[in-house]
């Protein structure tokens, strides 16, 4: 059974910073485009970043030049650094995984509070 499971949320001042970790166990990591989602109290769930399998990365206009995602194939681990977070980066954020002719997996959600 394929399992995402993500941490490193928690509650940072503005202008803070945080590392979320989402790391997949029961499947080839290395074939799966990689992303981060986060939904808003109220809000659609949206796209915040995603990294190929080759390790080409975007992200939304939003997060562009404060987030990062990055990946590490031996570890079987995804990450995104934020920083500079501002409160309306709160969200629980979401790890998501993506295969051709498979349904995507998503994992738990990790909170990511900021405070002003």
């Known amino acids: 059974q394929v399992q995402l499971v993500e941490s490193g949320g928690g509650l940072v001042q503005a202008g803070g910073s945080l590392r979320l970790s989402c790391t997949m166990s029961?499947?080839?990591?290395?074939?799966?485009?990689m992303g981060w989602y986060r939904q808003a109290p109220g809000k659609q769930r949206e796209l915040v970043a995603v990294?190929?399998?080759?390790?080409?990365?975007t992200s939304a206009d939003s997060v562009k030049g404060r987030f990062t995602i990055s990946r590490d194939n031996v570890k079987n681990t995804v990450y995104l650094q934020t920083n500079s977070l501002k409160p309306e980066d709160t969200a629980v954020y979401y790890c998501?995984?993506?295969?051709?002719?498979?349904?995507?997996?998503w994992g738990q959600g990790t909170q990511v509070t900021v405070s002003s």
């Open positions: 990294v190929s399998r080759g390790g080409t990365t």
């Open positions: 998501n995984a993506k295969r051709p002719n498979t349904p995507d997996l």
């Open positions: 029961g499947s080839d990591f290395s074939a799966y485009i």
